[in-house]
């Protein structure tokens, strides 16, 4: 398990990370998402060791990360540009991380070479990012970690490597409980693999939710009123609103809530025209940010 505990971080005096606290469990996959600047890579970077907080704690199976060995040696980040050493070859990569992880497992390495199709003895600075990120998610599992890092991780990938990555991630969370933390900006990628997300902004979290649960509890309501009657102020005050927006007779509602109660609350009115719409994650997170002053173009259609 993952405990990170009123974490703060300060870079030249501009705070980074604010209080952030949040838990990830075994096994799961936990996407971490937020607006630029929001402070997600540098708690990545915080949680696999390459920095140290300021205040707070943070711990995986109850043991600091921070000049721990033991636990370093159970972790793999993979960060937004991957990291080799200058003109190495993936099978001198590997041959690194070998001796610099116990776990190393060399049949993985061989399946997952045959896997990806890489040439293991051309230099991997002459591939393209694409290639590159491939490279790193082979060395990343074949290390066998027990928690897994990634920042950006699908960047540069085309649609059937996207496919083969997410499909090892989740083979290996549910074949061995890897734990998997990932920061992304592809909000409809994340929703395929995430069981669990948190949203930062300006270094703090907002929201720390199970997907499941933050799909089920922000709706896109339509509403509209026999003869063009305007909808009456009470529907408003009854809801959380995170969005409005008129369309001809019809107002398009982005709500907070459960579906029973909101429906209850609408159709009281008696509206000609009334649907309730699940929403996606990408939209989810767009209306939260608007609703706490994050600039956002309108999605709505």
Known sequence: MIKISHVRKTFDGLEAIENISLTVNKGSIYGL??????????????????????????????????????????????????????????????????????????????????????????????????????????????TVPEVLILDEPLDGLDPVMRKKVKGLLIDDVAEREMTVLISSHNLREVEDLCDFVGIMHKGQMMIEKELDDLKSDTHKVQIAFKGGVPVPPAILKSVKVLHKEKRGSILLLIVKGKEEEITANIEKYQPVIFDILPLTLEEIFIYEMEDVGYAVENILG
């Open 33 to 142: 998402l937020g607006s630029n600047g929001a402070g997600k890579t540098t708690l990545l970077k915080i949680l696999s060791g390459l920095y140290i907080q300021d205040e707070g704690l943070i711990t995986i199976d109850g043991q600091s990360v921070f000049e721990n060995p033991d636990v370093k040696n159970k972790i793999f980040f993979i960060p937004d540009t991957p990291f080799f050493l200058p003109h190495y070859t993936l099978n001198q990569m590997a041959q690194f991380y070998q001796c610099n992880y116990p776990r190393w497992n060399d049949q993985r390495y061989q399946e997952l070479v045959a896997l990806f199709q890489i040439d293991i003895h051309k230099k991997l600075h002459r591939y393209s990012k694409g290639i590159q990120r491939q490279a790193a998610f082979i060395l990343a599992l074949s």
